[in-house]
């Protein structure tokens, strides 16, 4: 069954992807675990993502540049956590300079991953929660949606090559 869905719910102060690759979900997990497959595939086109270092534990970080056409950089972290393989993890993203150090101004965001295949398909179902509505709408006014869409689209398409 193929589902790709984004919903924003002001009422949890999240939304919710749903999407469908038809890729095993060995293939799709890797794609999310490992910086040297999340730098092929994680930022919007025209722009790029550059790890400067990952270390996907509990506890772990993964620190990268999205990196635009003019070579402008946007710095995140990531701290991943509850990690159960090749089945879900959660993590902690937060806007920050080069050295990880954070940005306060930006929202910061809880995820939560869930990934199960059926029939050589993987379903994966990401919930996205915001401390409060004012973080939930600036993350939405930032063009989450559009961004991360696009995003999993050059994904899809990775996912198929390989």
Known sequence: METNTFIVNEENLSVTINRTFKAPLEKVWDAFTNHETLDK?????????????????????????????ENEEHWAITTYKNISENNSFGLTDAFCDENG???????????????????NSTQLKIVVKQISLEDLKKLINMGFKEGFEATLESLRVLLEER
């Open 41 to 69: 595939w994680w930022a919007p086109k025209p722009w790029k993502c550059r790890s400067k270092r990952q270390n996907f534990t509990n506890g772990g970080e993964w620190l990268y540049a999205m990196v635009g056409p």
């Open 101 to 119: 150090v954070i940005n306060s101004d930006l929202p910061t965001s809880e995820w939560k991953l869930d990934f199960t295949e059926h029939n």
